[in-house]
């Protein structure tokens, strides 16, 4: 069965460095989005991505954030300067078109020290 | 923002019994809404949806129930077994359209007990 993946499973940084988190999302999907999860709390929508362009994004998604789609199976976050506060599971989705539910893959664990 | 709210934090039930899931909503304009399951160090698995012109959807062991007056919807499971245990999370569209956020509530934490 076609899954969403993300790598890596743990990305530990220190404050103020670039991160890049990357997705495949499942291949005949064609809507991409971020969330994450902080620990100990709900799970949030950061930025949905279709058609190669942000289609709607939350306040936490400022200017240090940034997602792309550099070829036909990847799409990747980043987050230019990283701050503690940005320590949290990060996970991508994915749906197809005319279909509700997303598809989330493992997630990815930023850890900013 | 609490537009999508689990008031209760964790259940116990016993194995073969009924578990039965709440959720609340704020926003009127909520057009679909989805019920995922998640393990520890997992993503969120997608269990069942409903459009919110239904009032019932059901498949397998899951059924989930719609209540627009009362802005509620619930999960049944039936029965409960022990691989049921994980964290349940209600989430809602508010679009018509499939191009949108979700938005998620807090999360049930589901034990069964054998």
């Known amino acids: 069965e076609p899954e969403v993946t993300q790598t890596p499973s743990h990305q530990v940084t220190q404050m103020g460095q670039e991160v890049i988190l990357r997705c495949v999302p499942i291949s005949n999907h064609l809507y991409f989005y971020w969330y994450r999860q902080i620990l100990g709390q709900k799970v949030e929508f950061l930025v949905s991505f279709y058609n190669n362009e942000i289609s709607e994004k939350s306040e936490i998604f400022d200017d240090q954030f940034s997602v792309e789609r550099p070829d036909g199976s990847n799409f990747t976050l980043k987050i230019r300067s990283t701050k503690l506060e940005d320590s949290a599971m990060y996970f991508c989705?994915?749906?197809?078109?005319?279909?509700?539910?997303?598809?989330f893959g493992p997630g990815t664990r930023l850890t900013v020290t | 923002d609490q537009q999508v709210k689990q008031n209760s934090p964790s259940l116990s039930v016993q194995e073969g019994r009924i578990s039965i899931l709440n959720c609340d909503y704020t926003n009127s304009m909520f057009d679909y809404f989805l019920w995922y399951k998640k393990y520890p160090a997992e993503g969120p698995t997608f269990l069942i949806s409903?459009?919110?012109?239904?009032d019932k959807n059901e498949d397998g062991r899951f059924t989930v129930f719609l209540n627009k007056s009362a802005k509620h919807l619930s999960l049944h499971i039936v029965p409960s077994q022990p691989g049921d245990s994980a964290v349940y999370f209600c989430?809602?569209?508010?679009?018509?359209?499939?191009?949108?956020?979700?938005?998620f509530g807090q999360g049930t934490t589901l034990q069964v007990k054998p």
């Open positions: 409903i459009s919110s012109i239904k």
């Open positions: 989430a809602a569209s508010p679009y018509s359209s499939n191009t949108g956020k979700l938005i």
């Open positions: 989705a994915s749906n197809a078109q005319g279909r509700h539910e997303q598809y």
